[in-house]
């Protein structure tokens, strides 16, 4: 069973283009976190999603970003128009289905590391 | 305000010397409590977890973490430090009433040979 898959591993944008980061859930789970990591720092909560669903985005900057989770394919961090301050550490992570209503665990992918020159 | 503190940013040890990571979380109710470690450049790995039951808890690589209720803490321990054990560790909490991990600031480990 592979883990959670995150693509690309480095991602390098200039400033004002587009950077989509990828990540592949473990089999069966259908639920994704988005994390992001500035150097030096913990990891912040970006965004919550079940399939075809956002349940929580209260971490996402109002603008610019974007995420998804289709009902097939990878779920997708969308980055309008980086800037530098967006240079940092992307990290997924997939749950399974809860118990008694709360995870139980999150398994992390190895992260996208995005620079913005 | 609900929050995961780790009071130490950075601890450094010599290998074999014993370890002790702090964690202190401010919750209403007792929250899922999990400990993560991250080797540089690499994602991050479940060390251990407390749901309910015993309060100290076994992990891998050697670990373990103690829940003490009254202090609200989930302090992670090893006896003896390994040079490989040099990382950042990260307590994080699911809350009663959330859908998230919140993580604490981090520790970064040095080990002196």
């Known amino acids: 069973n592979a883990g959670v898959m995150q693509n690309p591993r480095h991602l390098v944008r200039r400033r004002g283009q587009e950077a989509r980061l990828r990540c592949s859930p473990m089999?069966?789970?259908?639920?994704v976190y988005w994390y992001r990591q500035l150097p030096e720092e913990g990891l912040k909560f970006m965004v919550y999603?079940?399939?075809?669903?956002?349940?929580?985005e209260s971490g996402m900057p109002k603008e610019r970003f974007s995420a998804e989770f289709p009902k097939e394919g990878p779920s997708i961090l969308r980055i309008q128009q980086v800037v530098r301050g967006d240079s940092a550490a992307y990290f997924c992570?997939?749950?399974?289905?809860?118990?008694?209503?709360?995870?139980?665990?999150?398994?992390f992918g190895q992260g996208t590391r995005l620079t913005v020159v | 305000a609900q929050s995961v503190t780790q009071p130490d940013i950075h601890i450094t040890v010599s290998e074999g010397a014993s370890l002790e990571l702090r964690c202190n979380y401010s919750?209403?109710?007792?929250?899922?409590l999990f400990w993560y470690v991250q080797s540089p450049g690499q994602g991050l790995q479940l060390l251990l977890k407390y749901f309910s039951g015993d309060t100290l808890v076994q992990g891998i690589k050697g670990f373990e973490a103690e829940f003490k209720r009254s202090q609200s803490s989930f302090n992670l321990r090893k006896p003896s430090v390994h040079w490989s054990d040099a990382a950042e560790y990260f307590c994080a909490v699911v809350p009663l009433e959330g859908q998230n991990f919140v993580f604490g600031p981090g520790t970064r480990l040095s080990v002196l040979p």
């Open positions: 919750y209403g109710a007792t929250p899922y």
């Open positions: 999603l079940q399939k075809e669903n956002i349940i929580d």
């Open positions: 089999k069966g789970h259908s639920h």
């Open positions: 992570a997939s749950s399974p289905r809860r118990q008694g209503g709360r995870y139980t665990e999150a398994f």
